[in-house]
Protein backbone atom coordinates (compact mmCIF):
# COMPACT_ATOMS: atom_id res chain seq x y z
CA UNK A 1 0.00 0.00 0.00
CA UNK A 2 1.19 3.08 -1.12
CA UNK A 3 0.34 6.89 0.17
CA UNK A 4 -0.09 9.46 -1.80
CA UNK A 5 2.06 12.81 -1.56
CA UNK A 6 -0.39 15.16 -0.64
CA UNK A 7 -1.63 12.91 2.40
CA UNK A 8 1.97 12.54 3.37
CA UNK A 9 2.91 15.97 3.45
CA UNK A 10 -0.86 16.90 5.38
CA UNK A 11 0.68 14.69 7.72
CA UNK A 12 4.34 15.96 7.81
CA UNK A 13 2.97 19.49 8.33
CA UNK A 14 0.36 18.05 11.25
CA UNK A 15 2.50 16.19 13.44
CA UNK A 16 5.25 19.50 13.08
CA UNK A 17 2.36 21.49 14.36
CA UNK A 18 1.90 19.24 17.22
CA UNK A 19 5.86 18.83 18.21
CA UNK A 20 5.67 22.33 18.42
CA UNK A 21 3.10 22.82 20.28
CA UNK A 22 4.25 20.23 23.04
CA UNK A 23 7.84 21.82 22.86
CA UNK A 24 6.35 25.33 23.42
CA UNK A 25 4.26 23.66 26.16
CA UNK A 26 7.09 22.48 28.26
CA UNK A 27 9.03 25.38 28.02
CA UNK A 28 6.43 27.29 29.35
CA UNK A 29 6.11 24.63 32.36
CA UNK A 30 9.86 24.94 32.97
CA UNK A 31 10.25 28.76 32.97
CA UNK A 32 7.11 29.56 34.69
CA UNK A 33 7.36 26.87 37.55
CA UNK A 34 9.99 28.41 39.48
CA UNK A 35 7.92 32.10 39.34
CA UNK A 36 5.61 30.99 42.09
CA UNK A 37 6.49 30.69 45.44
CA UNK A 38 4.55 30.31 48.98
CA UNK A 39 7.85 30.79 51.10
CA UNK A 40 8.60 33.63 53.37
CA UNK A 41 6.60 36.62 55.08
CA UNK A 42 3.32 38.20 53.39
CA UNK A 43 4.37 41.94 52.64
CA UNK A 44 2.93 43.98 55.05
CA UNK A 45 0.17 46.78 53.29
CA UNK A 46 1.28 50.58 53.91
CA UNK A 47 -1.06 52.81 55.20
CA UNK A 48 -3.43 54.83 52.52
CA UNK A 49 -3.91 58.27 54.27
CA UNK A 50 -5.99 60.77 52.31
CA UNK A 51 -7.28 64.49 53.36
CA UNK A 52 -10.16 66.08 53.70
CA UNK A 53 -12.32 67.01 50.28
CA UNK A 54 -10.57 69.82 48.71
CA UNK A 55 -11.98 71.61 45.55
CA UNK A 56 -16.12 71.90 45.34
CA UNK A 57 -15.93 75.25 47.45
CA UNK A 58 -16.38 77.52 44.47
CA UNK A 59 -19.49 77.82 41.75
CA UNK A 60 -17.20 76.90 39.17
CA UNK A 61 -15.53 73.49 40.78
CA UNK A 62 -18.07 71.43 41.71
CA UNK A 63 -15.75 68.36 42.08
CA UNK A 64 -14.79 66.51 45.06
CA UNK A 65 -11.11 65.40 45.12
CA UNK A 66 -9.39 63.88 47.83
CA UNK A 67 -5.38 63.89 48.21
CA UNK A 68 -4.02 60.29 49.45
CA UNK A 69 -0.70 59.53 49.96
CA UNK A 70 1.27 56.07 51.39
CA UNK A 71 5.03 56.20 51.47
CA UNK A 72 5.63 55.95 47.98
CA UNK A 73 2.90 57.77 46.45
CA UNK A 74 0.80 60.32 46.18
CA UNK A 75 -3.03 59.99 44.91
CA UNK A 76 -5.91 61.97 43.86
CA UNK A 77 -9.21 60.52 44.21
CA UNK A 78 -12.28 61.54 42.90
CA UNK A 79 -15.79 60.75 44.64
CA UNK A 80 -16.69 58.79 41.11
CA UNK A 81 -13.90 56.66 41.92
CA UNK A 82 -11.20 57.83 39.44
CA UNK A 83 -7.86 57.90 41.04
CA UNK A 84 -4.31 59.53 39.59
CA UNK A 85 -1.12 58.51 41.16
CA UNK A 86 2.34 59.50 41.04
CA UNK A 87 5.56 58.31 42.99
CA UNK A 88 7.42 60.64 45.30
Known amino acids: MTLNKGY ?3 MKKYLFGL ?3 IV ?3 LMFVL ?3 EV ?3 GEPKKLEPFVCS ?3 GGG ?3 SHHRI ?3 KTRTMSCGLTEKGNISCVSK
Do not use: D, F, P
Request: hydrophobic fraction near 40%; include cysteine; charged fraction near 10%.
Open 8 to 10: TLV
Open 19 to 21: GAM
Open 24 to 26: GAG
Open 32 to 34: MHG
Open 37 to 39: SAK
Open 52 to 54: ESI
Open 58 to 60: SLR
Open 66 to 68: WNC
